[in-house]
């Protein structure tokens, strides 16, 4: 509405101007006298200077409605653009209280049950084991949550170092190997890569990784991490058989809160973190990411390092 009002301002100033314009031209020729010589040079000038500012008008009208539909449209596009961080921001302390109160119930759960009730060794060590992986699951949301705004704050220290990668990468799997016992997972890995990077921050990267193949592919599938070298490069893929990721959004997948909008993955665990942290970690390390489609079904992240 104050659009169209500027619009509508803009054209009635032109019209009154434009009449004023033409109200001085034709006093002026009034004030000529057709018996002087210099009556038709007079005419000429007069009429020239009703054009000249016949175009002065339309020009800076013209700059000036430029001007208001660029400010339009960039308020337009700030506005939905807060909008949409709202909506993300809200999605996203949704399922962050989701995540952390789930592990903290299961965890209060398991160990009420073990202090009210006399339970074999073998359901104690069940309520354990399912106690450890809540309670790693809400270690690592929280690393994540402190790497993201650190990295955002630009406060967190990169600490290089020479590191063992194949010996880290193999850590990562054995540890979900541990946290996900009922689950499948492979990895071939070449031995003695050796990587400069920030131990830590590699380690929640691949974690990341592999927690979103095991978060989107069923648990009767396996995930592998598979790493070697190609063309002087590091690469590692991590390749589930899920339910995959459209082309045309694996270039938002790593958008902060971002989470495809599909049911499928809507009601799956996540905050939308775990990727745009993938993603700010590889470029703290100058390493790049690719996603594909896996065949016969699924998706493979392939990251890729310089090898120094």
């Known amino acids: 509405m104050m659009l169209l009002y500027i619009l509508a301002a803009l054209v009635w100033w032109y019209i009154a101007l434009e009449r004023q314009n033409n109200e001085m031209a034709l006093l002026r020729i009034s004030e000529l006298r057709t018996e002087q010589p210099a009556y038709e040079t007079g005419y000429n000038l007069i009429i020239k200077e009703k054009q000249r500012k016949s175009?002065?008008?339309?020009?800076?009208?013209?700059i000036f409605l430029l001007l208001v539909v660029a400010a339009a449209i960039y308020i337009y596009r700030a506005v939905n653009r807060e909008l949409k961080q709202s909506r993300?921001?809200?999605?996203?302390?949704?399922?962050?209280?989701?995540?952390?109160?789930?592990?903290?119930?299961?965890?209060?759960?398991?160990?009420?049950?073990?202090?009210?009730?006399?339970l074999d060794e073998t359901q104690q060590q069940r309520?354990?084991?399912?106690?450890?992986?809540?309670?790693?699951?809400?270690?690592?949301?929280?690393?994540?949550?402190?790497?993201?705004?650190q990295l955002e704050g630009r406060v967190h220290r990169f600490t290089p170092?020479?590191?063992?990668?194949s010996a880290m990468l193999n850590q990562v799997v054995q540890d979900y190997k541990s946290r996900y016992p009922e689950r499948k997972f492979q990895e071939v890995i070449q031995p003695g890569l050796s990587l400069i990077g920030d131990s830590f921050m590699l380690q929640m990267l691949f974690s990341n990784l592999?927690?979103?193949?095991?978060?989107?592919?069923?648990?009767?599938k396996s995930v592998e991490l598979s790493a070697g070298l190609i063309e002087e490069e590091i690469f590692v893929r991590v390749a589930d058989q899920g339910t995959g990721i459209p082309a045309e959004e694996r270039v938002n997948v790593f958008k902060k809160f971002y989470r495809i909008g599909n049911e499928a993955?809507?009601?799956s665990k996540g905050t939308g973190l775990g990727l745009y942290l993938v993603k700010r970690l590889l470029n703290v390390h100058?390493?790049?990411?690719f996603i594909e489609a896996n065949q016969p079904r699924g998706t493979i992240f392939e990251t890729r390092f310089k090898n120094l």
């Open 55 to 62: 175009t002065q008008y339309i020009g800076e009208g013209l």
């Open 88 to 118: 993300e921001q809200q999605n996203f302390m949704i399922a962050i209280t989701h995540e952390l109160k789930t592990p903290i119930s299961v965890s209060k759960l398991n160990l009420e049950t073990m202090q009210k009730r006399k």
């Open 127 to 149: 309520l354990i084991q399912s106690s450890l992986e809540e309670t790693n699951r809400l270690n690592m949301l929280c690393n994540n949550l402190l790497i993201s705004s």
């Open 161 to 165: 170092e020479n590191i063992d990668f």
């Open 210 to 220: 592999m927690d979103n193949a095991c978060k989107y592919s069923p648990k009767d």
């Open 265 to 267: 993955t809507r009601k």
């Open 286 to 289: 100058r390493a790049s990411i």
